[in-house]
């Protein structure tokens, strides 16, 4: 009985770890989404302007994920420009893949295209720097 009990416990936690991590990275349904999730977040968001039918997407999405899922302080925000015209027209996305750097909700960088990881990674130290308490030198 104790070994199924702490097998449960233990796919519990494992659960629970996962949600936590994936909730750093989401996808944005709407304007009033975008507000709460990005515009009002206390630390900075990537904001990725994704299309399923973008080839350069479908590298650059996971790459994203994959750099910012270690961090602790920093989120990544998916925006499908299929299901969010409003939110393309306003940061006037004119080409796929977008990326927005939002910091207390201002948007502090961005960038079109494919780019390489190092280009992401300098982005990310950016970010993360603009977090870290002065005279902080890591």
Do not use: Q, Y
């Not at 015209?85 to 207390?104: C, D, G, Q, S």
Request: proline letters at 6%.
């Amino acid at each position: 009985m104790f070994t199924i009990v702490r097998k449960l416990t233990s796919v519990s936690f494992r659960t629970i770890t996962t949600l936590s991590c994936k909730n750093k990275m989401f996808e944005i349904a709407d304007n009033s989404d975008f507000m709460n999730k990005v515009m009002n977040s206390s630390v900075p968001v990537i904001v990725n302007f994704h299309a399923e039918w973008c080839d350069p997407c479908k590298i650059l999405t996971p790459k994203l994920e994959e750099l910012v899922g270690p961090m602790e302080d920093l989120n990544l925000a998916i925006v499908k420009i299929e299901d969010n015209p409003e939110l393309v027209h306003t940061f006037e996305v004119k080409a796929v893949p977008a990326v927005i750097a939002v910091v207390n909700g201002l948007v502090v960088d961005k960038f079109i295209g494919l780019v390489d990881a190092n280009m992401i990674e300098n982005l990310i130290k950016k970010l993360t720097a603009s977090r870290k308490p002065p005279g902080d030198k890591e």
